[in-house]
């Protein structure tokens, strides 16, 4: 009886760190998409800059405050603007929020 009550509390040792080590591994990823996702928002802000797009209008851009959206929504809004050279990045992001 001794032993199986040993058993259970390694058992429940282990269970809980392999939960925790989980539980970190999902925070550091969801931190890594969100580094992702500003990175990308910042090349679409900087290839609107490279159009001359107003700086009033960019500034409204804020890519620490739009980390949220996934890093696919970024690449659409940046392979938008390369197909279309004369589409605004306020235009390239509603497109590919419609597709989103």
């Known amino acids: 009886m001794m032993k199986i009550?040993?058993?259970?509390?390694?058992?429940?040792?282990?269970a809980g760190l392999?939960?925790?080590a989980t539980?970190?591994?999902?925070?550091e990823s969801a931190m890594a998409e969100e580094l992702w996702s500003?990175?990308?928002c910042e090349q679409a802000v900087?290839?609107?800059?490279?159009?001359g797009e107003s700086p009033e209008a960019l500034n409204m851009v804020s890519c620490r405050l739009l980390n949220y959206y996934q890093p696919s929504y970024w690449?659409?809004?940046?392979a938008a603007m390369q197909?279309?050279?004369?589409?605004?990045?306020d235009a390239?992001?509603?497109?590919?929020?419609?597709e989103y």
């Open 23 to 27: 539980s970190v591994s999902a925070n």
């Open 5 to 14: 009550k040993q058993l259970s509390r390694q058992v429940l040792v282990v």
């Open 46 to 51: 900087s290839l609107a800059k490279q159009r």
């Open 92 to 98: 390239a992001r509603e497109k590919c929020l419609a």
């Open 83 to 89: 197909a279309d050279s004369s589409m605004k990045l």
């Open 38 to 40: 500003e990175n990308y």
């Open 75 to 78: 690449q659409c809004v940046i």
């Open 18 to 20: 392999w939960l925790a």
